[in-house]
């Protein structure tokens, strides 16, 4: 799945902020468990960061990502047949998430990374300019889990019980 996020992010590296990486991490919170959606987010943001530079928003990057796909896992584990419009409520998480933890997360890291001060101004007008960049990103994440959240899924699903992972 991680190699799958450096590829997505590569493909769509021309699209400002319209990339798959917070689907796929979704997806493998929901179904490979939240620790393996928080790493899955963590190897694709520093071996991407390879190809499109590193720097001290990696470890933001790294983390930002990672939260959205533990708490996706925590929120939609094993409640795939239980839920009425579960894809829609997985859309719905994504798109939230990815605006509300993934944006205040890097947005608030801009503001320490690159602020000369540190005040309530600074931090208004990061995340006002940083808004319009999050919604796309959320839109994007909904799209990608529309799309390929159901197909994507169903194969992790015949992975998970093929080799016995997450069995006691």
Request: glycine share 14%; hydrophobic share 55%.
């Amino acid at each position: 799945m991680a190699a799958l996020g450096v590829a997505g992010r590569s493909a769509f590296f021309m699209i400002g902020s319209f990339k798959p990486i917070a689907a796929i991490v979704i997806l493998t919170g929901v179904s490979l468990g939240g620790e393996a959606g928080f790493l899955c987010a963590c190897l694709i943001m520093m071996i991407s960061n390879m190809f499109f530079g590193q720097g001290p928003w990696t470890p933001w990057q790294m983390f930002a990502f990672g939260i959205v796909g533990f708490l996706g896992g925590l929120i939609f584990r094993r409640k795939r047949g239980r839920w009425k419009h579960f894809r829609l409520w997985l859309c719905i998480y994504g798109g939230l998430s990815v605006l509300m933890i993934y944006g205040f997360l890097l947005d608030t890291a801009s503001v320490f990374m690159g602020m000369g001060s540190i005040n309530k101004a600074a931090f208004l007008a990061m995340y006002a300019s940083g808004l319009p960049m999050n919604v796309i990103h959320g839109a994007a994440t909904v799209f990608f889990l529309a799309v390929l959240g159901e197909p994507m899924l169903c194969k992790l699903e015949r992975i998970r019980k093929k080799y016995g992972i997450l069995e006691p």
